[in-house]
Antibody, heavy 116, light 108 residues
């Protein structure tokens, strides 16, 4: 069974930083692109970032470009999202997801709240 | 970036009826890399369709996708009670990838 489990969500002050993690099991992690998608309270889905199998190709939404970074550790079957210079509008549930022609497996999400 | 506009915002239908959801792109989507997702309250999204018209394994055949270029459609041929949810389109033809704002299919 494929499982994606996110962690690291928290309450953080504006301007602060946070690192989210996603541990993946039940599949050959290192052959898939992976990504992060977020959902603000009561709002729709928003693409955040994605990364290729080797970690040497990364793409970001315009809204997070230059503030967020995505990385992976294939030895640990783990995906990460480093979030810096956080803003109130970054408040959302953050999902990690596996990419295979679409985001076809998702975690349960981890909540991030940016507030003073 | 490619903007995806979904319509209508809300679709009020009865079980057994046909649902037609639209997703229009601000520019042509390369190779028709367009996916559809279903999301129910408190749950993560679930992919239904990829590459505009390819149904994902395990998805009932009442769900179908069509379209190309800038205009795409998700059709649910006969709504079952479990189909009332929010539906999103998403493109991966151009970076950055983007989602539409969603269409809610609600019980009339």
């Amino acid at each position: 069974e494929v499982q994606l489990v996110e962690s690291g969500g928290a309450l953080v002050q504006p301007g602060g930083s946070l690192r989210l993690s996603c541990v993946v099991s039940g599949l050959n992690f290192n052959i898939y692109w992976m990504g992060w998608v977020r959902q603000a309270p009561g709002k729709g889905l928003e693409y955040v970032a994605n990364i290729n199998q080797d970690g040497n190709q990364k793409f970001f939404a315009d809204s997070v470009q230059g503030r967020f970074d995505v990385s992976r550790d294939n030895a640990k079957n783990s995906l990460y999202l480093q979030m810096n210079s956080l803003r109130a509008e970054d408040t959302a549930v953050y999902y990690c997801a596996k990419w295979n022609f679409a985001f076809d497996s998702w975690g349960q999400g981890t909540p991030v709240t940016v507030s003073s | 970036e490619i903007v995806l506009t979904q319509s209508p915002g809300t679709l009020s239908l009865s079980p057994g009826e046909r649902a037609t959801l639209s997703c229009r792109a601000s520019q042509s989507i390369r190779n028709n890399y367009l996916a559809w997702y279903q999301q129910k309250p408190g749950q993560a999204p679930r992919v239904l369709i990829c590459d505009a018209s390819s149904r994902v394994t395990g998805i009932p055949d009442r769900f179908s996708g069509s379209g190309s270029g800038t205009d795409f459609t998700l059709t649910i041929s006969r709504l079952e009670p479990e189909d009332f949810a929010v539906y999103y389109c998403q493109q991966s033809g151009s970076s950055p990838w983007t989602f539409g704002q969603g269409t809610t299919v609600e019980v009339k």
